[in-house]
């Protein structure tokens, strides 16, 4: 359970990200993507539907910081 004095507004949540906003993001296609995963090159996606992914921002961008 989170618990919150008067004024301090909960975290916000990480927002998760599609392979399209990833790769608009990167600028690279989402092929690349595709292949950097596959590669083992980019964090592991979250499984959203049956033919969906995505990644949390935080990922995304911890992954860009350490390159």
């Known amino acids: 359970m989170i618990t919150t004095t008067a004024g301090t507004p909960p975290p916000a949540p990480d927002p998760i990200l599609s ?6 993001w990167l600028g690279v296609s989402a092929s690349t993507v595709d292949r950097w995963t ?3 090159d980019f964090p592991p996606s979250l499984r959203l539907g049956p033919a969906r992914v995505g990644w949390p921002q ?3 961008q911890t992954w860009l910081d350490a390159r």
């Open 19 to 24: 392979k399209a906003a990833v790769a608009h």
């Open 58 to 60: 935080s990922t995304v």
């Open 38 to 40: 596959k590669a083992g």
